[in-house]
């Protein structure tokens, strides 16, 4: 682990300094001067007056003689909003630290300063403020230190959400959309953290947890009755959604039709049937019955041998037959999933996936960057797996980005990970009319999301602003069992109570 010895600054502000310098380094710690030398030392010099703030930073190696220097100067507020003030001092911070480790390490962060998961959401707020676009541009680039090029992503995607959903500034008041986290695979990749339990041998706790979770979309379904309060999306993820029966599955869509107001309003219906070895003929008809809108049929890599590292127990051959079995079916809107980096997978391999994907014709393609997920296989044997050097990453990405744009693919969604290869991102592309709702909604906090099932988050978003409140569901299936019929009416009075109204009935 990398001692970052750090002068000038209060500790509070030692979080701050670890995420940047965490952009250069795996494992970092901002220590105080009294622990000793660290590997690197940073100076931090302070100038404020009542209307700007300027932070200098000065870094060595060790305890040595400063090296690198970078100088940053931001507006601050009118005396009395000090919170505000806080955060451009802590936003000046972060940019002299980036700007002295770039000079030192000779890695250019391409999202600059930015270490959340959302920086569409930030080129949202400011054009909500009512800037402009080259405004916009020029705050990315200077305060934030964003390259061009990613600020060229952000701009298409940001045309591109406002298009394909021309009210998404207003859907805060106009309804909720609904994510059903069903919590089974057929076993656990070695990179995931998603709530995912092997579904072989657990077929009691799959009928109880179904049980539960249709007492929940009941309650949630009369909650919305009452409330007058419509459905914008569905989605069902997990886990793997198709790993349960084609009777539960259609289970579970009557009983949503059952007790959603207006199903048949309803924008989108998805549903990941990312495994492809949880897919047959049976389960493709019931979507079909119940008019999916959407599904996914996720290869991850079209490398044998990475299928078997990564924990996936289905072959390339398995991805190409499912395929075919959908699109005869009648799928027509259709996601899959390319992951950058992993195992053994550089540059050509990447680019054989690419190929197939083109020979497959998906209607949208995700392109995911891998992350080292704290609790994931993957990063507790880290030695075990051999993946991309940060440039060979990068080259990946940018392969992405120009053979989507060539294929006529188009970016709509994006979002970030702590501790991603590269420091890059995941991009969600489709062709023309097949962009997912869902995805734009739930990455740019624009609608109450309401959660049902294992791991689902409830994340509600008080129509006309307000602050963002998360109320998560249990992960693991057993304590859902034991917890969801006291679980479901706090959740509903704390839903009713951001949206103004009255009390919620809960589980009847």
């Known amino acids: 682990m990398k001692r970052l010895c750090v002068y000038g600054v209060e500790p509070t502000f030692y979080r701050d300094i670890e995420l940047i310098a965490g952009l250069f380094f795996p494992e970092v710690k901002a220590v105080e001067p009294s622990a000793g030398p660290g590997d690197y030392t940073v100076r931090f010099f302070m100038a404020e007056s009542p209307q700007e703030v300027t932070v200098t930073a000065r870094l060595a190696e060790g305890d040595g003689e400063s090296r690198w220097a970078a100088s940053h100067s931001r507006s601050v507020p009118d005396e009395g909003q000090d919170r505000l003030r806080r955060r451009r001092l802590r936003q000046a911070i972060s940019h002299t630290l980036l700007r002295v480790l770039q000079q030192a390490t000779g890695d250019v962060q391409p999202w600059g300063i930015l270490t959340g998961v959302r920086p569409t959401k930030l080129m949202h707020q400011h054009l909500l403020q009512g800037k402009s676009g080259p405004e916009v541009r020029s705050i990315l ?24 959903l021309p009210d998404l500034y207003e859907l805060d008041r106009s309804g909720v959309s609904i994510y059903i986290g069903i919590p089974f695979c057929p076993t656990k990749c070695a990179y995931c953290t998603f709530p995912a339990y092997a579904i072989r041998g657990r077929n009691g706790s799959v009928e109880e947890f179904l049980a539960g979770l249709h007492q929940e979309i009941d309650a949630v379904g009369r909650w919305l009755v009452e409330q007058g309060l419509g459905v914008t999306t569905v989605y069902f993820g997990g886990g793997t959604p198709t790993s349960i029966s084609a009777e539960q599955l259609e289970d579970l869509f009557r009983r949503l039709h059952g007790a959603l107001p207006a199903p048949d309003q309803v924008r989108e219906w ?145 979002y970030r990970q702590k501790n991603i290869l590269g420091n890059q991102e995941n ?43 998360r109320w998560p569901n249990p992960k693991e299936p057993k304590v859902y ?27 009847g």
């Open 481 to 507: 069992i034991d917890s969801y019929r006291r679980m479901i009416p706090d959740k509903l009075a704390a839903l009713s109570e951001a949206y103004g109204m009255k009390k919620a009935s809960g589980v």
């Open 270 to 414: 998805t549903v990941e049937a990312g495994r492809p070895d949880t897919i047959d003929e049976d389960k493709l008809e019931v979507l079909k019955k119940w008019k999916v809108d959407r599904i996914s049929i996720n290869p991850q890599s079209f490398r044998e041998e990475t299928l078997k590292a990564i924990g996936r127990h289905h072959t390339v051959r398995e991805t190409l037959e499912k395929m075919e079995l959908a699109r005869r079916m009648g799928m027509n809107n259709i996601n899959m999933d390319l992951i950058i980096g992993l195992p053994g997978e550089g540059l050509d391999v990447f680019r054989h996936s690419l190929e197939v994907i083109g020979e497959l014709r998906p209607e949208s393609l995700t392109v995911h960057t891998l992350s080292f997920k704290r609790g994931s296989v993957m990063t507790q044997n880290k030695d075990r797996y051999r993946v991309a050097e940060r440039d060979e990453v990068a080259r990946m990405v940018e392969l992405a980005r120009n053979w989507t744009k060539e294929a006529g693919y188009l970016p709509y969604y994006l």
């Open 141 to 164: 680039e200077r305060d934030y230190l964003l390259t061009p090029e990613k600020i060229d992503l952000l701009e298409e995607i940001v045309v591109r959400q406002r298009k394909v």
């Open 427 to 469: 991009v969600g592309y489709a062709l023309p009319g097949f962009e997912s709702l869902y995805n734009i909604i739930i990455m740019e906090e624009r609608q109450t999301i309401i959660g049902l099932g294992c791991g689902a988050v409830t994340k509600i978003i008080p129509p006309g602003g307000g602050k963002v409140s």
